[in-house]
């Protein structure tokens, strides 16, 4: 297990669409598995797609219910999606959201508030899965990832523009 360098923008890899994941015994896979999820949990960040750690697979992995503290605990349910991809979509709403390869911003978008995702598990086979509230927003926002798109592309030319100069800003002020 190891925690990895999270890619930021402007990386090309965060561009790229990745590719489909073909052959389910590749046992590389599941130290990929387990070093994403580390690597999300450590960030702390609720989803984490492979480009993100410089990996162009389509593979991302979704935590949405271990920051709601249980009794003194964080109960963790890590979801692992395989070529996911989103079938159905209803009830548009307003999302705050950030990435955790844009540190230090968040800003309004769009997103569904249901989806209908199709993926495959760690052993290959297809599955559905209905998700509504945060659960549907982290899948749109993975899946977007994996086509090589960002939430910032969700916004009009004005507020894109005027949220990455203030990204370009964070970053160069010295620590
Ligand atoms: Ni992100």
């Given at each position: 297990?190891?925690?990895?360098?999270?890619?930021?923008?402007?990386?090309?890899?965060?561009?790229?669409?990745?590719?489909?994941?073909?052959?389910?015994?590749?046992?590389?896979?599941?130290?990929?598995?387990?070093?994403?999820?580390?690597?999300?949990?450590?960030?702390?960040?609720?989803?984490?797609?492979?480009?993100?750690?410089?990996?162009?697979?389509?593979?991302?992995?979704?935590?949405?219910?271990?920051?709601?503290?249980?009794?003194?605990?964080?109960?963790?349910?890590?979801?692992?999606?395989?070529?996911?991809?989103i079938?159905?979509r209803?009830?548009?709403?307003?999302?705050?959201?950030?990435?955790?390869?844009?540190?230090?911003?968040?800003?309004?978008?769009?997103?569904y508030?249901?989806v209908?995702?199709?993926?495959?598990?760690?052993?290959?086979?297809?599955?559905?899965?209905?998700?509504?509230?945060?659960?549907a927003?982290?899948?749109?926002?993975?899946?977007?990832?994996?086509?090589?798109?960002?939430?910032?592309?969700?916004?009009?030319?004005?507020?894109?523009?005027?949220?990455?100069?203030?990204?370009?800003?964070?970053?160069?002020?010295?620590?």
């Amino acid at each position: 297990m190891a925690i990895l360098k999270i890619v930021e923008y402007p990386a090309t890899v965060l561009r790229k669409k990745t590719k489909l994941i073909e052959n389910f015994n590749d046992p590389t896979l599941d130290t990929l598995i387990s070093d994403m999820a580390e690597t999300m949990y450590d960030a702390p960040g609720v989803g984490l797609a492979a480009n993100q750690v410089g990996i162009s697979l389509r593979l991302a992995v979704i935590d949405v219910t271990w920051k709601e503290e249980k009794e003194g605990e964080y109960k963790r349910t890590l979801l692992v999606f395989f070529n996911p991809k989103i079938l159905e979509r209803k009830e548009l709403i307003p999302f705050e959201e950030g990435c955790l390869s844009l540190p230090g911003l968040t800003e309004t978008v769009k997103r569904y508030n249901q989806v209908t995702v199709q993926y495959q598990d760690r052993k290959g086979t297809v599955k559905t899965l209905k998700a509504e509230g945060l659960l549907a927003v982290a899948l749109q926002h993975e899946t977007d990832h994996l086509d090589g798109k960002l939430y910032i592309d969700h916004l009009s030319s004005l507020k894109k523009d005027l949220l990455l100069k203030k990204f370009k800003k964070n970053t160069n002020t010295p620590a």
